[in-house]
Nanobody, 119 residues
Framework: QLQLVESGGGLVQAGGSLMLSCAASGRIFSINAMGWYRRAPGKQRELVATITRGGSPNYADSVKGRFTISRDNAKNTVYLQMNSLKPEDTAVYYC?????????????WGQGTQVTVSS
């Protein structure tokens, strides 16, 4: 069964850092784009960052210069290094991957990991 498992969330003070990881496992032929999204309380889910298979990143304006997305294709894993965290970064962070499972590509999601930034 294909799944994405996130780790690395937690509680941190403003200005601190956290690193999120997301590993895909199961019957995977290849992974196209991978990314991170977040949903803050009372708000809609929003894109944080994405990265192509070749390593080209894309960031939301709100995190540019503070967050860095990277991936290890051999491990089917995507990372999100978050620095200079702000209280407004508090949200549940979700991993997303576009995965080819043998017949077609499909979008898969992790279960989410809570990030809380205290002021």
């Amino acid at each position: 069964q294909l799944q994405l498992v996130e780790s690395g969330g937690g509680l941190v003070q403003a200005g601190g850092s956290l690193m999120l990881s997301c590993a895909a496992s199961g019957r995977i032929f290849s992974i196209n784009a991978m990314g991170w999204y977040r949903r803050a309380p009372g708000k809609q889910r929003e894109l944080v960052a994405t990265i192509t298979r070749g390593g080209s990143p894309n960031y939301a304006d709100s995190v540019k210069g503070r967050f860095t997305i990277s991936r290890d294709n051999a491990k089917n894993t995507v990372y999100l290094q978050m620095n200079s965290l702000k209280p407004e970064d508090t949200a549940v962070y979700y991993c997303n991957a576009n995965i080819y499972v043998g017949l077609q590509y499909g979008d898969y999601w992790g279960q989410g990991t809570q990030v809380t930034v205290s002021s």
